[in-house]
């Protein structure tokens, strides 16, 4: 993506919606997408442009929601600190799991199944924990004031997950146009031709994670702020480490968009599926796996991708015909 | 300190525990060896195959014993179908998208059965539930014991079918060297669906013999299913003696923690374990890069 | 006289109970072009793989530019000015034949506008110019070998590691790289190769050296080699001394 002009439109055109709609209903609906849209663009980081699966996003998600409420709660830190400690803190976590899995040359389905592993131990430990309230979790005191990062209006909670959705695209529009980009997407394509051009595939993958821990632990920031209550099921379940790979995966994986289409599609596709089966556990997730599996199957680049190939697909053809007519 | 009166009843009942664990990862390793990806959906197979062993006992009034003649096949026939017609085509032969793919047919089959029967956990009550059998210094329950010996039955059915059988030594040829395998003329296709039919015949027939003093619930299949692939990797992916001895050496370890450090902690005992041997000895372990 | 730029010291390199690699010297220097010659499986792409720091030898030591590098993972070893191409090319297939070469360019620059022009430019050197915009993947083999030579040399190398970079070309595509790969050591690249195109081998190198079953077995100017009667018996076969004499005679 060549300008920032698609990044600014789309975020303006987000940013309106408010003024247009009042529905709590439909805000909360675009609230949680793009929640899920932000720790997609976190998974998209390391998943899409550098290449490693992780299944365990969880971890990160899991230790922003607990470390802004933990603070809040045990520690009386203010609310806007203890969200950016719990982004610092998920980055952390990240570069310890990272620094593990990378120096040890884990690959592909085994480093899936160890970022799987380090997210199901993190459960484990906060369910039984007295710091995180073990089973019973953890509640934020109600206090809607704006330095408790606490709002009376979603309108509010809508733009500053708008807000923090924008960076998280400018970061991958800046990471495509970067050296540690390049070099990221090098070795996602080619592990040893990148070594051999100098890249430094251990560190650049290890920043990769970091960088993607810190954004999806800013998810998980939100959602303790948004929602005030987590558990260990919620901040460490298998749901968000899911929804994290599916929304790029679906949206376009290693694209600036993808996380964001990701969730828009996978979000309303959930909400469909409940109009018309009623509202029941496992119904959601149900239809986010034929997806996934449709999408693989018929259009493993993902929508953007799909959409990229077929346009110049159609250039091709047009441009091949032009030719053919001007030889003829 | 424990005193044996407290640690061999322990250990027996690990094995026990174990041989059932074996069962499950057997499936899981054959796959691996055969077509180099971890099957993410054994789990929710697992799920489903309790189920419909709960409920060939509920509506059909069938033991789980006998069930198994129904299901192994049934689960033979539905994982042959899922790998030939599914994970085969939709991965367009990608390693990373056969992952996704076995994730997401976990993530459906798990989904549907909550959505079918809700989170609740459900039993069976067979007459022999609590039967023991006493061997002086402990009692052990009679189904487990049953349990036991069956895993080594399925194991040598296993080792004869790779031995001695034709579609055995084409899954072997395949294993060893897919290309040349395919250039002789063998359907690599038929070959890699029957060896996910054979795993999954396995998980139906460890949910046969786990049931009778097992529960069942929807996500039941997970807590198995991490350990399966602690046993996998400690015993060699691919590895079938591996798997056997690994399930053995986990279910006793989960059995000792569990005494010691409590059931939640003795569950991440076995995690950490899982993680620190991925760690030191992944290729190690494993052979080639994933 | 100074140390070549390039000093392989006894280097062995054991698998499991096989020998691949048995105390094996060469030197490379600067400002040659050196091969290293040899039948298949003589352990010559192991060796590449070490110097370039893909593997560690199990004895020996390696010297580049008079300091030793032995055991050095392969990005410090491409920092000090050591690229290498690979025998299977290995190009980032989802990438555009720019985009390939700009990952090598920003080993020296940091600035993606200035990595872009070096990457171009090198591309048009390499006889990429009007292929740059093509996805990687849709390149012949020959466009493959080239852009594996246009990513190693956008590194701005001191040595570059040629592993059979002519392998799989046809003869006229032969035609068109030789000069390529000559231009490049008038620029002051030091080039070490492995090569199997004999006839490009002579033409080319000044000084090669000959690896049989994991051991140098002979060194010399190509002439000398060539008719070095062990060397061909043991990497030609019978009666390959007769025909390449005369064909180098022509």
New interface residues.
């Given amino acids: 993506m060549k300008s920032v002009l698609p990044i600014v439109s789309v975020i303006a055109a987000l940013a309106v919606v408010p003024l247009f709609v009042q529905s709590n209903v439909t805000l909360n609906f675009l609230v949680v997408t793009l929640l899920i849209a932000l720790a997609g663009q976190g998974w998209n980081i390391l998943g899409g442009y550098g290449?490693q699966?992780s299944?365990g996003h969880a971890a990160y998600f899991g230790t922003g929601a607990y470390v802004t409420a933990i603070l809040q709660v045990r520690y009386g830190v203010n609310a806007w600190i203890g969200f950016a400690a719990g982004i610092a803190v998920g980055a952390a976590v990240g570069a310890i799991i990272g620094g593990?899995?990378f120096r040890?040359?884990?690959?592909?389905?085994?480093?899936?199944?160890?970022t799987?592993?380090?997210a199901?131990?993190l459960r484990?430990?906060a369910?039984?924990a007295p710091i995180t309230g073990a089973g019973v979790g953890t509640l934020i005191k109600l206090d809607l004031r704006a330095q408790a990062l606490q709002f009376q209006s979603r309108a509010a909670f809508y733009w500053l997950i708008l807000a923090l959705v924008a960076l998280s695209l400018l970061i991958a529009w800046l990471l495509e146009r970067s050296r540690f980009g390049a070099w990221l997407i090098a070795v996602r394509e080619n592990e040893d031709a990148a070594m051999a051009l100098g890249v430094d595939a251990t560190v650049v993958k290890l920043g990769a994670m970091v960088l993607s821990a810190a954004i999806t632990a800013a998810a998980g920031c939100f959602y303790a702020q948004y929602f005030l209550f987590i558990d260990a099921g919620i901040a460490y379940g298998t749901w968000i480490s899911?929804e994290a790979?599916l929304t790029p995966?679906i949206g376009g994986v290693g694209t600036v968009f993808g996380p964001l289409l990701g969730a828009l599609v996978v979000k309303s596709l959930g909400e469909g599926a409940k109009l018309v089966a009623g509202d029941?556990?496992?119904?959601d997730?149900?239809v986010?796996?034929?997806v996934?599996?449709l999408v693989?199957?018929f259009a493993?680049r993902g929508l953007i991708g799909t959409v990229a190939d077929a346009r110049k697909w159609v250039l091709h053809r047009s441009s091949r015909s032009v030719r053919e007519a001007g030889h003829g | 300190m424990l005193s044996p009166a407290i640690l061999i009843p322990a250990i027996l009942n690990g094995l026990l525990t174990g041989a059932v664990y074996a069962l499950v990862a057997l499936g899981l390793t054959l796959i691996y060896g055969v077509l180099h990806?971890?099957n993410?959906a054994h789990g929710a197979l697992l799920s489903v195959a309790l189920f419909a062993a709960f409920f060939a006992y509920q509506a059909l009034g069938l033991d789980p014993y006998l069930a198994i003649i129904l299901l192994a096949p049934g689960f033979f026939a539905f994982g042959y179908g899922l790998q030939r017609f599914?994970i085969g085509?939709?991965?367009?032969g990608?390693?990373?998208?056969m992952?996704?793919?076995t994730?997401?047919?976990?993530?459906?089959l798990?989904?549907?059965?909550?959505?079918a029967f809700?989170?609740d956990t459900r039993t069976i009550d067979v007459p022999y539930a609590f039967e023991t059998i006493d061997f002086g210094f402990t009692f052990l329950a009679v189904p487990r014991v049953i349990g036991f010996g069956a895993v080594f039955i399925v194991a040598l059915l296993l080792w004869l079918i790779m031995g001695w059988t034709d579609i055995g030594k084409a899954i072997r040829a395949v294993a060893k060297e897919k290309l040349g395998a395919e250039l002789v003329g063998i359907d690599v296709a038929h070959v890699y669906a029957v060896t996910f039919g054979l795993g999954t015949a396995c998980v139906a027939i460890a949910a046969c013999l786990l049931i009778p003093t097992y529960y069942l619930n929807?996500h039941v299949g997970n807590a198995f299913v991490?350990i399966a692939?602690t046993i996998v990797?400690l015993g060699g992916m691919g590895s079938v003696p591996g798997a056997l001895v690994g399930g053995l050496v986990i279910g006793v370890i989960e059995s000792l923690s569990g005494l010691i450090l409590g059931e939640?902690?003795g569950?991440?005992g076995i995690?950490?374990l899982?993680?620190a041997v991925?760690?030191?000895r992944?290729?190690g372990l494993?052979g080639a890069?994933? | 006289m100074a140390e070549p730029l390039l000093v392989v010291d006894r280097v062995s390199q054991r698998f499991g109970g096989l020998l691949a690699v048995d105390a094996a010297s060469l030197s490379a220097p600067a400002g040659r072009i050196t091969a290293l010659i040899g039948p298949n499986g003589a352990g010559k792409t192991t060796l590449f793989a070490i110097i370039s720091g893909f593997l560690k030898p199990s004895a020996g030591s390696i010297r580049f530019n008079g300091e030793e590098i032995t055991g050095e993972p392969p990005h410090r070893l491409a920092r000090r000015g050591i690229a290498r191409t690979f025998q299977i090319v290995q190009p980032f297939a989802g990438l555009s034949v720019l985009e390939n070469i700009l990952v090598g360019a920003h080993l020296r620059h940091r600035a993606r506008t200035v990595a872009l022009a070096a990457a171009e430019q090198v591309g048009r050197e390499i006889g990429l110019g009007d292929m740059l915009g093509r996805s990687a993947d849709t390149l012949t083999v020959a466009g493959r070998k080239r852009l594996e030579l246009a990513r190693a040399l956008a590194t701005d190398p001191k040595l570059l590691l040629l592993d059979e970079v002519l392998a799989g070309l046809n003869p006229s595509e032969i035609r068109d790289f030789v000069p390529v790969i000559r231009g490049l050591c008038a620029r002051g690249i030091t080039i070490l190769m492995i090569e199997h195109v004999m006839q490009a081998v002579m033409s080319l190198s000044e000084h090669v050296f000959v690896l049989a079953e994991g051991r140098i077995i002979a060194e010399g100017s190509p002439a000398m080699v060539a008719a070095d009667a062990a060397v061909v018996e043991a990497y030609l076969g019978h009666g390959a001394a007769a025909k390449l004499g005369a064909s180098h005679g022509l």
């Fill in positions: 290449g699966y299944f593990l899995t040890s040359g884990l690959r592909g389905s085994y480093f899936a199944l160890v799987l592993a380090f199901e131990v484990i430990v369910s039984v899911i790979l995966i029941a556990p496992g119904l997730l149900v986010y796996g034929i996934l599996v693989i199957w493993p | 990806i971890i993410f599914v085509p939709a991965s367009h990608d390693d990373r998208n992952l996704l793919i994730l997401a047919i976990a993530i459906i798990e989904n549907a059965l909550l959505y809700r989170a929807p991490l692939f990797v939640s902690l569950q991440i995690f950490l899982f993680i991925l760690l030191v992944p290729s494993f890069r994933a």
